[in-house]
Structure formats: structure tokens, C-alpha cells
């Protein structure tokens, strides 16, 4: 089957890209203050609201129909692994315990990219050039290393000391990249018509299930519905919502179906240096001359596995 691919379609991949940098950065302020079950019931609710609204204007009479077309199957063969990813990254990052923690499950999360190149092999029958895939890999890897290595606060005795005290955290992020590579290329092979109404429905399955969570909790009496929240907590609660949720999953789906996806998995491991960068700025943590030699590793690594994978669908 072949695809058109349209250059606003990439460029909504490069978008997410950007808006997802500062995703680790905002959600840990936000998680510190609410609390990882609080923070991220509303903020996949809210998300999976707004999108289902801009669909409602979108389909208008033909509005139910359109949802009743999504094929059941799709939720088991495709909406399981996003749920996966959406709950699976924000338990792990809600579970680290220091800032040093935080950088950690940033770098497995960072995996995804890769997984996204591994999966297009097997998921979308994509030929491979070994060589080059597996250079960019480690490459990449390498980069993304040495990127959040540029930080003062992250090294080898602080890692081995973090990853002692509280493994699960780290397994939580490393399945969630796992998910989320399959995700990217299982939404491409399983497209259909009207497919962007699904995406609504996913955030709001993930909502629900951090809600049932909090039922067996019995922590129903915790979930208030207002926060004291400063001025500058309510500009970055509804900044998350609106722009590394709601804005950059809606255009990453998009980029996977109808966009350059190699080109866009690519650009995402600049992730690394992008989200090191926003996060020691917005968290206070002094980044060192090093990021710029992981740059240019992360993108010589981008280049090789954009090259060593030949697109079949």
C-alpha cells in the first residue's frame, strides 16, 4: 500500500518533537504538586476532551457514525499500546525520586526512537541496511548518553546509586518505549478512514484507567477538581494539556500516517538534547559544553539509521 506523504504532515512531526522536549521538564513540577494520579487523570481527560470536541465540530451530524465506524479491533491492535505508553512514561517519571532520577527515566524513555526504526522492520516489513541502522543505533545511543551526562548533577556513582534505591521507575520507562515504537508504526498499518477520532478516544481510555487505579486506591476522596495552584502552576498544567499533550500526540499521529516518518523518527533524537536543555533550565540544573558534542552525535546517528531503513509501505 502507498502512502502520500505531505510536508505539513512532517513538519506537525517536528512540532510534537519540540513540545514533547519540555514534556519531562513541566510534568515533573506539575506531578511534585498534584501528585502523579491527580496530575495525570486531568490532563488525560482534559486532552482526550478538547480533541474529542474539535472532532465533534469536525463530523457534526455524522458525528456518532463516525465513531462507530472505528473497527474494535483497532483498540487491541493499536490503542493498547498507547495507553501503554501514556501510563506506563508518566507512572515512571512520577516514581522518580530525585532530579537525578528524572534525567535516568528520560534516557530510557529516549529509546523510542529506536524502537520506532526496529518496529518499521518488523511491523511494516521495511528492508534494512544493517550496517548503517545498527551504527545509527549506537551512535545515537551514544549521544543521547552523553547529552544528559552534560548535566553536573547526572554521572556513573550517582546512576548506580539511583538505580539501586528504586528500579521500577526505570522498567516503567524503558516498556513505555517499547509501546511507544510499536504504537507509531501499528497507527500507520492499521489506518482508516476518519482515523484522527480514535486519538481522543485513547486519551480518554488512559484517563479512565489511572481513574480505576484510584478506585482501588480508595483515593476517590483525594481526586478535588480545584487546585491552589500559583499563577505560574496554571501556566504550566494547562501548557501541558494543550501543547505536549493534546497539540503534539494529535500531530505525531498525523506525522506517522501521512508524513515523512522516517525523516520525523529521525529528527526525534534530538529529543534528548532539546528536553536536557529545557530541563536544566527550567529545573535549575547547570548544563555543561559537552551537549554540544552529543549533538552532533545524536544527529550523525539520526542520518545513518534514516538511511540504513528502505520504507515499504
Given amino acids: ?36 494520579l491527580n496530575s495525570g487523570f486531568f490532563i488525560f481527560f482534559v486532552s482526550g476532551s478538547l480533541l474529542l470536541t474539535v472532532e465533534f465540530f469536525k463530523y457534526k451530524k455524522s458525528f456518532i457514525t463516525t ?21 506506563l512514561f508518566y507512572f515512571a517519571l512520577g516514581g522518580a525520586n530525585s532530579k537525578e532520577a528524572v534525567l535516568v527515566v528520560g534516557l530510557l524513555n529516549y529509546l523510542w526512537p529506536a524502537f520506532c526504526f526496529i518496529f518499521s522492520i518488523i511491523i511494516l516489513k521495511n528492508r534494512s541496511r544493517k550496517l548503517l541502522l545498527i551504527t545509527g543505533i549506537l551512535i545515537s545511543f551514544a549521544g543521547t548518553a552523553l547529552a ?12 548506580k546509586k539511583s538505580i539501586g534505591q528504586n528500579i521500577f521507575p526505570y522498567l516503567l520507562a524503558f516498556f513505555a518505549a517499547i509501546s511507544w515504537g510499536a504504537y507509531s508504526n501499528l497507527t500507520r498499518k492499521h489506518q482508516f478512514k476518519n482515523d484522527t477520532i480514535a486519538l481522543p478516544l485513547l486519551f480518554l481510555i488512559s484517563s479512565l484507567f489511572i481513574f480505576i487505579i484510584i478506585l482501588l ?24 494539556i494543550l501543547f505536549p499533550s493534546t497539540l503534539s500526540y494529535f500531530f505525531w499521529d498525523r506525522a506517522m500516517k501521512k508524513g515523512d516518518k522516517n525523516l520525523v523518527v529521525s529528527f526525534s533524537y534530538l529529543i534528548p538534547l532539546l528536553s536536557t536543555l529545557t530541563t536544566g533550565f527550567v529545573l535549575g540544573i547547570k548544563i555543561s559544553s559537552s551537549i554540544g558534542f ?7 546517528g539520526a542520518i545513518f539509521c534514516n538511511k540504513g531503513v528502505i520504507e515499504e509501505m
Fill in 1 to 36: 500500500m502507498a502512502f502520500k506523504e505531505k510536508p505539513s504532515s512532517t513538519l506537525m512531526g517536528f512540532l510534537a518533537i519540540i513540545f514533547w522536549s519540555s514534556t519531562i521538564a513541566f510534568s515533573r513540577n506539575i506531578i511534585q504538586v498534584m501528585g502523579v
Fill in 67 to 87: 465513531i462507530r465506524s472505528i473497527p474494535f479491533e483497532y483498540f487491541f491492535k493499536v490503542g493498547l499500546f498507547f495507553v501503554s505508553y501514556m501510563v
Fill in 294 to 300: 552529543a549533538a552532533l552525535l545524536i544527529i550523525i
Fill in 217 to 240: 486506591n480508595g483515593d476517590i476522596k483525594n481526586l478535588n477538581f480545584i487546585f491552589k495552584l500559583s499563577p505560574s502552576q496554571y501556566f504550566q498544567f494547562i501548557y501541558l
Fill in 148 to 159: 544528559l551526562s552534560g548535566t553536573n548533577t547526572f554521572n556513573y556513582i550517582l546512576l
